[in-house]
């Protein structure tokens, strides 16, 4: 794949070295041309000053010239303003880099092979069904997973599944209070659904029986912890962890209710896992870690029997990880965790994609994994990101006031469908056609809203305003792509093919500067992919979409494909070009999870 800074870079190395020595060639600057100016590439010349003997004018201006004698076939022209050298290149060039890029579709990824990263993404709890806000989680952790892979890296996407604790104990004991047996089979409902209409059932009755008690004369911290209801919830854990076999048997079968919902709203959404954990089956290990050091000296017991880490020489304060009645936190599951997927894998890095509420919890695992001695919890990084709100404002799970995963993928796609047949878009199409492109478009406006956003921004989604055929939306690119893959239907009708990698680059013809600027801005694709990796932002590969499919849609506006009057050079070259850019936006697309329909 050419790399045209690298190209640049290798010229002026040369010019420099024959102007003033070879010593020098170490100190070259060299960027992308700023916009208000004109040229490719910029030259810095003060750091050779010294050398030239000349003024910074002077010394740009002696360079140019030099290379526009020697570099001819890749520098074309250039200009001088005060100590900066702006480059332009060639036609012939920027023709050469669009046959590499149809040679080389990956673009140039910089390529990490070797490192092996795991994700970890979506981490829900068996109490509840998944929420808008697991579905930033879940799009963005896959997002950032494809990204990875792209980089060459030996990419793990993995779930883990909070299956134990108080809170599945609250929608368990709400099942056997009021449920009087109910199933999803008997009631219809998806598992997932079922059991957190318990949850919400448990919270109601706690909130009942705390303003009882406080009626009584309690104050609200008593109430709220001796309420039967709650107390009745923390006796069931300990005869869960105590492998109580009643207990035990109605945790796995409630479970398994909502393994099955969860399963059909993951397909739904278009995201998949290479293995699950299950803390269930961790936090066993993270109680033996603990145990461990306490004894080395590490941690300390408190008079109720609690164990702690003290992390206030760290700038923090002392850490609960493993209660007085012997029962685990969150922490403790984490640590057993963490050490078994290394154990298992050997990670270079370990992502875990959670939302910012959570910045401190990872920040006290990283350093209590390395008070514990594990060197590799340097390689630990934490992909904060922000909440997402509506217009109406946050969402509550115990007050059942969430926005549902599986409500809001069939209204997106429910609305995908109006809008587009509003606009005509579906003309002509089946009934089985209309539905697969309004399932494309829908979770396309739904994953590129979200994703377009910087992970570390708090976000607030409008469902309407994400389907838009013209604005920076998911639909617009959609709609980009499939109205390139019209014109190559009709123009393979007609008899015109696409040209080759070599016949790109001799094409018969001068390119326009807009078919430059296209060829230019798909070369970038590479180290737009790079930076996302390296961030790990979906958000950089969206921004660059949107701008490919903003500046196809001026080029073809102003530059028509198949018209008659447009020569068959043209014509051929054009479509070429346009092809290039469609198969582009399918990959940067395909990294974001999106779909791109074939007809819009």
Request: proline share 3%; with cysteine; charged share 25%.
């Given at each position: 794949?050419?790399?045209?800074?690298?190209?640049?870079?290798?010229?002026?190395?040369?010019?420099?070295?024959?102007?003033?020595?070879?010593?020098?060639?170490?100190?070259l600057q060299i960027a992308k041309t700023r916009k208000e100016f004109q040229g490719d590439y910029t030259l810095v010349t003060f750091p050779l000053l010294k050398t030239s003997r000349k003024s910074p004018e002077a010394t740009a201006q002696e360079i140019g010239l030099w290379l526009r004698e020697n570099?001819?076939?890749?520098?074309?022209?250039?200009?001088?303003?005060?100590?900066?050298?702006?480059?332009?290149?060639?036609?012939?060039?920027?023709?050469?880099?669009?046959?590499?890029?149809?040679?080389?579709?990956?673009?140039?990824?910089?390529?990490?092979?070797?490192?092996?990263?795991?994700?970890?993404?979506?981490?829900?709890?068996?109490?509840?069904?998944?929420?808008?806000?697991?579905?930033?989680?879940?799009?963005?952790?896959?997002?950032?997973?494809?990204?990875?892979?792209?980089?060459?890296?030996?990419?793990?996407?993995?779930?883990?599944?909070?299956?134990?604790?108080?809170?599945?104990?609250?929608?368990?004991?709400?099942?056997?209070?009021?449920?009087?047996?109910?199933?999803?089979?008997?009631?219809?409902?998806?598992?997932?659904?079922?059991?957190?209409?318990?949850?919400?059932?448990?919270?109601?009755?706690?909130?009942?029986?705390?303003?009882?008690?406080?009626?009584?004369?309690?104050?609200?911290?008593?109430?709220?912890?001796?309420?039967?209801?709650?107390?009745?919830?923390?006796?069931?854990?300990?005869?869960?962890?105590?492998?109580?076999?009643?207990?035990?048997?109605?945790?796995?079968?409630?479970?398994?209710?909502?393994?099955?919902?969860?399963?059909?709203?993951?397909?739904?959404?278009?995201?998949?896992?290479?293995?699950?954990?299950?803390?269930?089956?961790?936090?066993?290990?993270?109680?033996?870690?603990?145990?461990?050091?306490l004894d080395d000296g590490v941690f300390f017991r408190k008079e109720d029997g609690s164990v702690w880490a003290d992390l206030t020489e760290d700038g923090l304060d002392q850490k609960l990880l493993l209660r007085g009645d012997g029962t685990s936190v969150y922490m403790t599951q984490d640590l057993g965790t963490a050490v078994q997927r290394h154990e298992?894998?050997?990670?270079?890095?370990?992502?875990?994609?959670?939302?910012?509420?959570?910045?401190?919890?990872?920040?006290?695992?990283?350093?209590?994994?390395?008070?514990?001695?594990?060197?590799?919890?340097?390689?630990?990084?934490?992909?904060?990101?922000?909440?997402?709100?509506?217009?109406?404002?946050?969402?509550?799970?115990?007050?059942?006031?969430?926005?549902?995963?599986?409500?809001?993928?069939?209204?997106?796609?429910?609305?995908?469908?109006?809008?587009?047949?509003?606009?005509?878009?579906?003309?002509?199409?089946?009934?089985?056609?209309?539905?697969?492109?309004?399932?494309?478009?829908?979770?396309?406006?739904?994953?590129?809203?979200?994703?377009?956003?910087?992970?570390?921004?708090?976000?607030?989604?409008?469902?309407?305003?994400?389907?838009?055929?013209?604005?920076?939306?998911?639909?617009?690119?959609?709609?980009?792509?499939?109205?390139?893959?019209?014109?190559?239907?009709?123009?393979?009708?007609?008899?015109?093919?696409?040209?080759?990698?070599?016949?790109?680059?001799?094409?018969?013809?001068?390119?326009?500067?807009?078919?430059?600027?296209?060829?230019?801005?798909?070369?970038?694709?590479?180290?737009?992919?790079?930076?996302?990796?390296?961030?790990?932002?979906?958000?950089?590969?969206?921004?660059?979409?949107?701008?490919?499919?903003?500046?196809?849609?001026?080029?073809?506006?102003?530059?028509?494909?198949?018209?008659?009057?447009?020569?068959?050079?043209?014509?051929?070259?054009?479509?070429?070009?346009?092809?290039?850019?469609?198969?582009?936006?399918?990959?940067?697309?395909?990294?974001?999870?999106?779909?791109?329909?074939?007809?819009?």
């Open positions: 794949m050419m790399n045209a800074e690298n190209t640049v870079k290798g010229c002026c190395e040369r010019a420099v070295a024959a102007l003033y020595g070879e010593g020098t060639v170490a100190e570099c001819a076939e890749t520098i074309g022209d250039f200009n001088v303003i005060k100590g900066f050298l702006n480059l332009s290149l060639t036609p012939a060039y920027w023709l050469g880099v669009l046959g590499s890029l149809m040679r080389t579709p990956n673009h140039g990824f910089v390529c990490e092979a070797g490192r092996t990263v795991m994700v970890e993404y979506s981490s829900p709890n068996t109490n509840k069904p998944l929420h808008l806000g697991h579905v930033r989680n879940n799009l963005l952790g896959y997002s950032v997973a494809k990204i990875l892979e792209a980089n060459g890296c030996n990419v793990l996407k993995v779930n883990l599944v909070n299956d134990r604790g108080i809170h599945i104990c609250k929608s368990m004991l709400a099942w056997l209070r009021f449920g009087n047996g109910e199933t999803p089979e008997s009631s219809g409902m998806k598992g997932d659904h079922l059991v957190g209409k318990y949850y919400v059932a448990f919270d109601q009755a706690y909130k009942a029986e705390v303003k009882e008690l406080m009626a009584g004369g309690a104050d609200e911290e008593t109430a709220k912890r001796e309420a039967p209801i709650m107390r009745e919830a923390q006796e069931m854990l300990r005869r869960w962890e105590a492998k109580d076999p009643e207990v035990y048997g109605l945790w796995e079968r409630m479970n398994g209710w909502v393994y099955e919902g969860f399963d059909r709203t993951y397909e739904a959404m278009g995201v998949s896992f290479d293995k699950v954990y299950y803390e269930s089956n961790t936090y066993l290990l993270g109680k033996e870690l603990v145990q461990k050091g298992e894998y050997g990670l270079d890095r370990m992502i875990y994609v959670v939302g910012n509420e959570q910045n401190y919890h990872f920040q006290v695992l990283k350093l209590i994994l390395g008070k514990l001695g594990y060197g590799w919890s340097d390689g630990i990084f934490h992909l904060s990101y922000g909440m997402v709100e509506l217009p109406e404002g946050k969402m509550k799970s115990r007050e059942g006031t969430v926005v549902d995963a599986d409500d809001l993928i069939a209204e997106m796609i429910e609305t995908a469908r109006g809008v587009a047949v509003e606009a005509g878009k579906l003309d002509g199409l089946s009934e089985a056609e209309v539905a697969e492109i309004s399932r494309m478009v829908g979770l396309g406006a739904l994953k590129y809203f979200i994703l377009k956003v910087d992970p570390k921004k708090t976000m607030l989604f409008d469902p309407r305003e994400s389907i838009d055929f013209n604005g920076n939306t998911g639909p617009f690119i959609q709609y980009t792509y499939a109205r390139i893959k019209s014109l190559e239907r009709r123009a393979a009708e007609a008899g015109t093919e696409v040209l080759s990698p070599a016949g790109a680059f001799d094409a018969g013809r001068t390119p326009e500067p807009k078919e430059i600027e296209l060829v230019k801005h798909l070369a970038e694709f590479g180290a737009v992919v790079a930076q996302a990796g390296a961030e790990f932002s979906p958000a950089v590969v969206a921004a660059y979409a949107y701008d490919l499919a903003k500046e196809f849609n001026q080029y073809y506006h102003d530059y028509p494909i198949l018209k008659t009057e447009v020569s068959a050079v043209d014509r051929t070259f054009r479509l070429t070009l346009a092809s290039q850019v469609a198969a582009t936006l399918a990959r940067a697309m395909g990294l974001l999870g999106i779909e791109m329909p074939q007809r819009m």
